[in-house]
């Protein structure tokens, strides 16, 4: 298996012991005959251990091409055509780059390091196996000395964790309500005690009452096991209370990471300003709801220089063909974006803080 | 629990039907102009060119049946015979009972339609799942179009082309029959030998019409279902190829098949009317096709009702193993 391990000799990647996934220059396309669309161009983040990292952005951002990407379950004619995956295994093993692995090594990483969470646990669920069995296989898969009666015991025991009764092993996924499914879909990810989860708006599906269950209970599952997440979805207000830090995607690209508080008081892309004031603050006095003008771009005929700029309030002169790189201007709060260039006066918030109106 | 009280109500679902069946296959010759005793007393005039006698007459519709008996009583009757699986006696080959004939035809039937019938569907079934797991592969793009060619060739055509080709042509099978008649029947190796001799070249045409059927559907089905989140999810889990495409993509995608799969079953009992007819293999189809053809109604009556039970039993058995394939299915009436 040792020979087929990509080690990463960047110094970055091996100082930093904490990171549980180094993501560089991550690019995905699809169609690569031809003229190839970019989901996702050049991204770039880092994941520390234990932490929650949410990736928010509008459809056709690049979210699910980003998942399918991280986990290596992309399917033609998406193709992973430059940039690195590093995953360092928290034993302290060789680094993995997911990419070049073989798919070999890939399966032993599968669920015992890294697991996921489908948007909807509707479809996630083989409709003809009981639940147990769906739990049993992967983990007799992982563990070829679990015999069967041990994995449906352990099977229980993981339901038990999420607030499903340990007797509904025996139950099929139809006799499930649709909140149970999804968190039997959690405890299934958790069944082989990765130390990476990703979620594909795991909440969308289900109403907001049990949205706050679920989200709770990923919260406190993730303080007792201490797996990291990568949590991927539209509803940046959800991100604000769950997430650690988070990452803006716009057409493909991410535009803004820096940590959940960073992005609610001062938010430096005037995309994530967009979104951030799309929608009503739970906790907080009302302003007026404003939304993004325009559609995101087609892909297929991406605009120059900057993506955003021809839905951004605030362009001015080279937006158009000078194309802003995240980072550039340092620090921990990153963001791509000429107007954070140097001259950091332009970036005030605009906030119309009348809520009264209503 | 649920489970009984589905396989109950099917039950008297298929009860009801199979009454319905007799009182049909009683009532519809009966129905229709002419009766066998009446053909017969008029065939024997016609031969001896003079009255039949009054006890010869009265024998004829001891046998095969008075016209001018009241219905009920007739029904009656009838369902007495059916009772002790007398079926009648055949016109034809008389004075075989028809359940002699029907007996003697059916191992035939069920060896040679029932076995290439499973046989086509396991192949069929089984490369498409390899096609549609890789739509779109080599394989894939060759197979499908071939298959799809193939399988809209009509059958008598395949049929009289690989009895002209392998049976005439080139003397490599026999060209009729079902075993070499100068052997003794019995389970001794040249005689078993015989039958597989005999019965490849129409087994092999069956299955060569019929798997391109089940190939192109459970490739489609596949193709559909490989897209599905737990799919996806199973290859996530890191669970090894083939479980991946057993359990999760192909147990899902054999659902529609299996169906079809059952009503191939149950039409077996029927035969193969142009396989038998073309190789005049001693099935059942063989034996309906020339009681049609010599008008013998005792044995059409019988080879029907035949024909429809077991067609209901092979439905009973698949809608009771589709309760167990789709534990969705239990929820429904």
């Known amino acids: 298996m040792s020979t087929q391990t990509a080690h990463d000799t960047r110094p970055a990647a091996r100082a930093a012991s904490g990171d549980v996934l180094h993501v560089t220059g991550l690019t995905v396309e699809y169609g690569t005959d031809g003229d190839p669309v970019r989901a996702c161009t050049d991204v770039t983040f880092t994941l520390r251990r234990g932490e929650i990292l949410g990736v928010a952005g509008e459809s056709g951002s690049g979210k699910s091409t980003l998942i399918t990407a991280l986990t290596r379950l992309q399917r033609p004619p998406a193709a992973t055509t430059a940039g690195s995956i590093v995953f360092h295994p928290r034993d302290g093993g060789p680094a993995v780059d997911l990419v070049t692995a073989s798919p070999r090594t890939l399966r032993a990483l599968r669920w015992t390091s890294l697991s996921i969470v489908l948007q909807s646990a509707m479809d996630a669920l ?165 939304g993004i003008p325009g559609t995101p771009p087609d892909l297929r005929r991406p605009p120059s220089g900057c993506p955003f700029h021809p839905r951004c309030p605030q362009r001015f002169a080279g937006c158009d063909t000078h194309l802003p790189v995240l980072g550039e201007a340092g620090g921990a709060h990153l963001v791509a974006c000429r107007l954070d260039d140097g001259d950091a006066a332009a970036t005030g918030t605009e906030r119309t803080t009348d809520g009264g109106d209503r | 629990m649920r489970r009984w009280g589905f396989l109950l109500r099917r039950l008297g679902f298929y009860a009801a039907a199979a009454a319905a069946a007799v009182v049909l296959n009683f009532l519809l010759p009966r129905l229709m102009p002419g009766d066998p005793s009446s053909a017969i007393v008029e065939e024997l005039q016609r031969v001896s060119g003079q009255q039949v006698p009054p006890e010869t007459l009265e024998s004829i519709r001891a046998i095969f049946g008075d016209p001018d008996q009241n219905l009920g009583e007739q029904f009656v009757g009838y369902l007495g015979q059916l009772a002790r699986f007398d079926l009648g006696v055949s016109v034809v080959n008389f004075p075989v009972p028809v359940s002699e004939l029907v007996l003697q035809a059916l191992p035939w039937t069920l060896l040679l339609v029932g076995s290439t019938t499973v046989l086509a569907f396991v192949l069929g079934t089984g490369l498409g799942v390899v096609a549609g797991w890789k739509a779109g592969s080599r394989l894939d793009s060759v197979l499908t179009p071939l298959t799809a060619f193939l399988s809209s060739v009509p059958y008598f055509w395949v049929a009289l082309l ?135 109604y005792p044995m059409m009556q019988g080879v029907f009702l035949i024909v429809t039970l077991a067609t209901l039993l092979a439905n009973l058995l698949a809608d009771s193993l589709y309760v167990v394939l789709d534990p969705r299915i239990r929820e429904q009436g």
């Not at chain 1, 049990?210 to 949590?231: K, N, P, S």
């Not at chain 2, 193709?223 to 359990?247: C, H, N």
Request: proline share 5%; charged share 20%; hydrophobic share 50%.
């Open chain 2, 162 to 296: 690989a009895l002209w080709v392998f049976g005439f042509v080139l003397g490599w099978f026999p060209l009729s029959g079902g075993y070499d008649a100068n052997l003794a029947e019995g389970f001794n190796l040249p005689f078993l030998g015989s039958v597989l001799h005999y019965g490849a070249l129409p087994a092999a045409t069956i299955v060569f019409s019929a798997f391109g059927g089940w190939l192109l559907g459970m490739r489609n089905m596949t193709v559909t279902t490989v897209r599905e989140d737990y799919v996806l999810l199973a290859q996530a889990k890191g669970l090894s190829r083939g479980r991946v495409i057993l359990r999760y993509a192909a147990r899902n995608a054999m659902l529609p098949s299996f169906t079809g799969f059952a009503m191939a079953l149950g039409g077996v009992i029927g035969g193969a009317l142009l396989t038998e007819t073309v190789f005049s293999y001693p099935g059942i189809g063989y034996l309906l096709f020339e009681s049609l053809n010599k008008r013998d």
């Open chain 1, 126 to 290: 083989n409709p003809v196996m009981r639940l147990g069995a769906q739990f049993a296989d992967v983990l007799r898969t992982h563990d070829r000395t679990l015999d069967r009666k041990a994995a449906w015991a352990r099977a229980a025991e993981l339901l038990t964790t999420v607030g499903i009764s340990g007797d509904r092993v025996r139950s099929y996924p139809h006799e499930l309500s649709g909140g149970m499914r999804q968190r039997a879909g959690i405890a299934l990810a958790l069944a082989c005690g990765p130390e990476l989860v990703v979620m594909d708006e795991p909440t969308t599906a289900v109403d907001v009452v049990m949205q706050r269950q679920i989200l709770a209970q990923v919260l406190r599952l993730r303080r007792t096991l201490g797996f990291a997440v990568v949590f991927v979805t539209h509803d940046l207000s959800l991100l604000l209370e769950l997430a650690d830090r988070i990452a803006i995607m716009y057409a493909g690209r991410i535009v803004e990471l820096g940590t959940a508080q960073e992005l609610y008081d001062a938010p430096r892309h005037p995309y994530t300003r967009g979104l951030r004031d799309s929608f009503p603050p739970l906790r907080a006095p009302l302003w007026r709801l404003t």
